[in-house]
C-alpha cells in the first residue's frame, strides 16, 4: 500500500508543478523579465559611474543559459522537479499520518497535509523571508540568506509537527476545536520567538559595512559622488507582482496535489478500510487502528 | 470522539488503519531521499554550497524557478 500511496504523490506532485509552470510561464515571467531589465539597467548605470571614477568595471558572470532557455525549460523543469519532490516528501507525511492523527476521511487529510506542506516549507518562512525577483539579493551575502531561510523552513517545519503532537495530546481535554486553536497558538507564539530572534537581511554585517542599516536588501536609488539619483531604486509595482505571484505559484502547487491526490489515495485506501472494517479489527478502537500488517 | 454521529456508508469511514514505518522503510525512504535531494538541487545547490564546485550550470538552469519558489538566490 506504501508503494501505491508514494508512487500517487510522485505523480499528483509532478503534475502539480506542471500546473504550477503554466501559471508561472504567464504571469511571472513577464515580472521576471522587467526584474532582470531593471538589473541590467542599474549594471549599466553603475558601469558607467565606475567608469568616471576610474574603478575597475565588474565584468558581470556569463551567462551560461540564455533567457529564453531559462524562462521556459529551466523554469518548467524546476517547477516539475519541485512538484515532484514535494509530492514525494507529502505521500510520505500523508502515509504516516493515516490513523495516527484521529479519524479523519482521506480526502481532508490530503488538504490537511498539503496546507501544512505549504506553510511549513513556503508561507511561514516568507513572513521573515519573502521571495524576491532577480536584481534583489547581494552575492557576497548568499551564505548566511540560506542559512537564515533554511533555518526558518526548518523551525516552522518542526513546530507544524509539535503542534500536530500537541494537539493531539489536548483534544480529549478541550474537544477538537479549542485544541486545535490551543496548538495554533503555541505555534504562533515559537515561530513568532524565531523571527524575532533572526536578524533581517539587512541588517547583516557584510550589508550594515557596505549600505548601513537597512531592512532588506532592495536596491536602493543609484547615486552619483554628488548625490544625484542616476538610477530609481528597484520598482515597488514589480516586486509586488513577483511576491504576489510567487504565493500564487505555491498555493496553486500545493493545492493542486491535494486535490489530484486525494481522490487517488482514497480510491487506494477504501477497499484497505473496507477489509479492516469488516473482519471489525476497525470498530473496536477510536484512536488505535489497525495496522498495515493486518490488511 | 464517541459524539462524532458514525456513518454507515462505507465511503466515509475515515482512516483508521496505520502503516509501520519500519514496515514500509524501503518506500518512505526512498521518497524522503529523492524529495530532499530534488530540493536540495533545484533550491539550494551551487549558491551557498556546492557539490559541483564553482559550476553554476544547474543555478542558473533552474534559476527563475529557484527566485519564485522563494528560495535565497544569487
Redesign the interface.
Known amino acids: 500500500?506504501?508503494?501505491q500511496i508514494?508512487t500517487r504523490?510522485?505523480l499528483a506532485g509532478a503534475l502539480a508543478g506542471l500546473v504550477a509552470f503554466c501559471f508561472?510561464r504567464i504571469f511571472?515571467?513577464p515580472v521576471?523579465d522587467k526584474a532582470i531589465a531593471y538589473e541590467n539597467g542599474r549594471d549599466a548605470a553603475q558601469a558607467v559611474l565606475d567608469k568616471a571614477a576610474g574603478l575597475p568595471i565588474d565584468p558581470g558572470?556569463p551567462?551560461?543559459?540564455s533567457r529564453t532557455?531559462?524562462?521556459n525549460?529551466?523554469?518548467g523543469?524546476?517547477?516539475i522537479?519541485?512538484g515532484?519532490?514535494?509530492g514525494?516528501?507529502y505521500?510520505?507525511v500523508y502515509?504516516?499520518c493515516?490513523?495516527?492523527v484521529?479519524?479523519?476521511?482521506?480526502k481532508v487529510?490530503a488538504l490537511l497535509v498539503a496546507g501544512a506542506g505549504l506553510a511549513g516549507i513556503?508561507l511561514v518562512?516568507?513572513l521573515k523571508?519573502?521571495?524576491?525577483?532577480?536584481a534583489i539579493?547581494?552575492?557576497e551575502t548568499?551564505?548566511p540568506?540560506?542559512?537564515l531561510?533554511?533555518t526558518m523552513v526548518v523551525c516552522s517545519l518542526a513546530f507544524i509537527l509539535a503542534a500536530t503532537w500537541l494537539g493531539r495530546r489536548l483534544a480529549p481535554r478541550f474537544g477538537n476545536w479549542n485544541a486545535t486553536l490551543l496548538s495554533a497558538l503555541a505555534f504562533a507564539a515559537a515561530i513568532g520567538i524565531v523571527m524575532a530572534i533572526l536578524p533581517s537581511l539587512g541588517e547583516l554585517s557584510a550589508n550594515v559595512h557596505a549600505y548601513g542599516h537597512h531592512a532588506t536588501e532592495t536596491p536602493l536609488p543609484l547615486t552619483d559622488p554628488k548625490g544625484n539619483i542616476v538610477y530609481p531604486g528597484f520598482p515597488a509595482d514589480v516586486l509586488f507582482s513577483?511576491r504576489f505571484?510567487?504565493i500564487c505559484?505555491?498555493v496553486i502547487l500545493w493545492g493542486t496535489l491535494a486535490l489530484i491526490f486525494g481522490p487517488l489515495a482514497e480510491r487506494v485506501?477504501?477497499p484497505?478500510?473496507?477489509r479492516?472494517?469488516a473482519t471489525g479489527a476497525?470498530g473496536s478502537?477510536?484512536?488505535?487502528?489497525?495496522?498495515?500488517?493486518a490488511? | 470522539m464517541s459524539t462524532m454521529p458514525v456513518s454507515p456508508a462505507p465511503t466515509s469511514v475515515p482512516t483508521p488503519l496505520v502503516v509501520s514505518a519500519t514496515k514500509a522503510r524501503l518506500w518512505i525512504g526512498g521518497a524522503l531521499l529523492f524529495g530532499l535531494l530534488a530540493y536540495y538541487f533545484i533550491g539550494v545547490d551551487q549558491g551557498a554550497v556546492s557539490v559541483f564546485g564553482s559550476d553554476m550550470h544547474i543555478h542558473e538552469f533552474v534559476h527563475d524557478s529557484r527566485h519564485l519558489l522563494g528560495f535565497p538566490c544569487h
Open positions: 500500500m506504501e508503494k508514494i504523490g510522485l508561472a511571472a515571467e521576471i558572470g551567462d551560461i543559459f532557455v531559462q524562462s525549460i529551466g523554469i523543469v524546476g517547477l522537479g519541485f515532484a519532490a514535494m514525494a516528501l505521500s510520505v502515509l504516516l493515516l490513523g495516527r484521529g479519524r479523519i476521511q482521506p487529510l513556503y518562512p516568507y523571508y519573502p521571495a524576491n525577483p532577480p539579493g547581494h552575492a548568499i551564505k540568506r540560506a542559512a531561510y533554511l513577483f505571484y510567487s505559484n505555491q485506501l477504501r484497505v478500510m473496507q479492516a472494517e476497525a478502537g477510536s484512536g488505535s487502528g489497525v495496522t498495515a500488517a490488511v
